[in-house]
Every structure is written in structure tokens, then in C-alpha cells.
């Protein structure tokens, strides 16, 4: 009986946990998705203001911010300036989906910050930008989507978890 009761607090702690990781991933998406458009704007920055070249101005954004965004964008600078030949589209894409695990981003996020490198590489400056400010508007989009639903999403969560926990406790008991 000691052993139930146990296991069913146990369980019920269980899915509480589950409920509450889920908020934290939700908060944690939603700064992921704020610091990628202070990056996008730190990018036009540095290509507009101080005609950085793009490796330059991905070292330089990179030195500026925090983990992983930093090393990834350190690396895909530094690829850049080693040209391999390969254009850049296969660099960024190659070194994002070294990160993807670093992320928390959903399928649609992460494929449209790998998509940022499509219009990059291979564009004058006014196209970068263009391209960067397009970037920065579907940044923009997500972050104001979440942020009128987060709220009640990390209380789903919550209650979610709780509600599968007894759920599993009704089963098994």
C-alpha cells in the first residue's frame, strides 16, 4: 500500500515536471526567437553602417552575443573566410544543423534560420538588406504570436502535466 502511494506521488511529480519543462521550453523558444532578431538587426548594422562584408559581420555579431548563437555564427564567419568553394547557402546550412539540438525552436522556426543563408551569401549589399529586413519581419510575427498566447499555453502545460500524471495514476492504480 506504502509502495502505491509512493509510486503514485512519484508519477504525480513526474507529469508535473513534464508540464513545467514544457512552459520553461516555451519561455526559452521565446527568447531564442528575440535574441535571432537582435541578431538580424545587428547584421543589417554591420552590412549597412560599417559596409562589413558578411564573414566579417557574422564574426562581429557572433562576439556580441550569447551561446549558441555566438559559436554558430563565429564558425559560419569563419568558414566564410576560409572559401571552400562551396557557396555559402551549404556553409550556413551546414553549421545551423550542427546547433539543432542547441535549440528549442520549432521545425518552422529553425527551417527559416536555416533559410536566412539562402539569400545571403550571394547578394550585393541592397539584397542583403532586403533580405535581412524580410527576416526580421517573420522574427517580428513569431515573437508577437507567441507572446498573446504564451500565458495560457505555459498553464496548459501545466495542467496538462498534472492531469496525465493522475491520468497514469488511475491507470495503473
Known amino acids: 500500500m506504502i509502495l502505491k502511494i509512493a509510486g503514485s506521488i512519484l508519477i504525480l511529480f513526474a507529469g508535473g515536471m513534464m508540464g513545467i519543462k514544457s512552459g520553461l521550453n516555451l519561455k526559452r523558444r521565446l ?23 558578411l564573414p566579417e559581420a557574422l564574426l562581429h555579431v557572433g562576439n556580441k552575443t550569447v551561446y549558441p548563437f555566438d559559436e554558430m555564427l563565429v564558425r559560419a564567419g569563419e568558414q566564410l573566410n576560409e572559401y571552400e568553394g562551396r557557396p555559402f547557402y551549404e556553409q550556413w546550412t551546414e553549421v545551423v544543423e550542427s546547433y539543432r539540438d542547441e535549440f528549442v525552436l520549432t521545425k518552422e522556426q529553425f527551417e527559416h534560420l536555416k533559410g536566412m543563408g539562402e539569400s545571403l551569401g550571394y547578394l550585393d549589399m541592397e539584397m542583403q538588406m532586403n533580405s535581412l529586413e524580410l527576416s526580421h519581419i517573420q522574427i517580428k510575427n513569431y515573437i508577437s504570436g507567441m507572446e498573446g498566447t504564451m500565458a495560457n499555453n505555459i498553464k496548459l502545460y501545466n495542467c496538462l502535466g498534472i492531469m496525465g500524471g493522475i491520468l497514469v495514476v488511475l491507470i495503473i492504480v
Open 31 to 53: 527568447w531564442e526567437l528575440k535574441r535571432l532578431e537582435r541578431i538580424v538587426i545587428m547584421l543589417k548594422g554591420e552590412i549597412k553602417y560599417n559596409n562589413s562584408t
